[in-house]
């Protein structure tokens, strides 16, 4: 179905108690819930949806991309509020504006940068856990700022990736990788220091952040090397991704910036 005007919306979300973006059988997801918020702010007009991208089951976002088809045109000042309106507490609609139909949100250029939060040697407040993944061993930062730096760059990206299609295409850029002290998010019951892993590119496979967080967690550790992301890292390595996956409370997806023009 063609529909006569397209919508680009900003929205945030807590992706906590949800499976992902993409709509399952039997599962909350973000795209069933914003579909569901737009059917009580549109009543029985007909329209369509597309994301920017997948996010993981727990994954929060910072900045999400929605556009929306519609046969009607949004009076946006008035929309805005009344979408907000019908959203739940865990999301906010942050701006909307007219596209080209000819736009396409999947296929246009973007930068996608994505954020790990993290803490080590203790358990975090239990409110915490939507936001900050807590690693109970201690961990050497100054090792893992040292192993982010590595994923900076082109290279080949087989070992972290999961359940890659035929067509996947392994050799990646990524323009920058680095590990800092947290003072992005705040809470009385954060732990009293913490830490983001802030990766920035055009786009990432399955779990790579997470199987990127993961590495550097055992490189922290100490039961690797620097050696052992350098070798991952190469064109000839075994191809076999990680197994250690880090868990997705602590991935939000930051920031996107979509060229529309």
Excluded at 104 to 128: D, G, L, Q, R, V
Aim: overall charge positive; proline content about 3%.
């Amino acid at each position: 179905m063609k529909y006569s005007f397209s919508y680009l919306i900003s929205i945030q979300f807590l992706g906590f108690r949800f499976s992902g973006w993409q709509k399952q059988p039997n599962v909350k997801t973000i795209h069933d819930m914003l579909d569901k918020s737009l059917s009580y702010a549109f009543g029985d007009f007909n329209f369509k949806t597309i994301g920017v991208g997948r996010t993981d089951a727990k994954v929060s976002a910072g900045k999400y991309y929605v556009q929306l088809f519609r046969d009607e045109k949004i009076e946006i000042t008035q929309f805005l509020k009344l979408l907000n309106d019908n959203l739940s507490a865990d999301f906010r609609a942050l701006t909307i504006r007219e596209v080209s139909n000819k736009f396409n949100i999947i296929n246009a250029p973007k930068i996608k940068e994505y954020h790990y939060y993290f803490s080590f040697c203790e358990k975090n407040h239990p409110f915490a856990a939507p936001f900050i993944v807590a690693i109970l061993d201690n961990l050497n930062i100054e090792k893992m700022k040292q192993g982010a730096k590595l994923f900076e760059g082109t290279h080949f990206f087989h070992k972290y990736c999961t359940k890659p299609s035929e067509n996947t295409i392994f050799k990646r850029q990524i323009e920058s990788c680095e590990i800092v002290e947290n003072t992005i998010l705040t809470a009385s019951f954060f732990p009293k220091k913490s830490y983001i892993l802030k990766v920035r590119g055009k786009g990432f496979l399955r779990y790579q952040i997470r199987l990127i967080m993961a590495t550097l967690f055992e490189l922290g550790k100490g039961n690797v090397d620097v050696s052992f992301i350098e070798d991952s890292l190469k064109e000839n390595n075994d191809r076999r991704h990680l197994r250690n996956i880090a868990p997705s409370s602590g991935l939000q997806l930051y920031d996107v910036t979509l060229i529309t023009e």
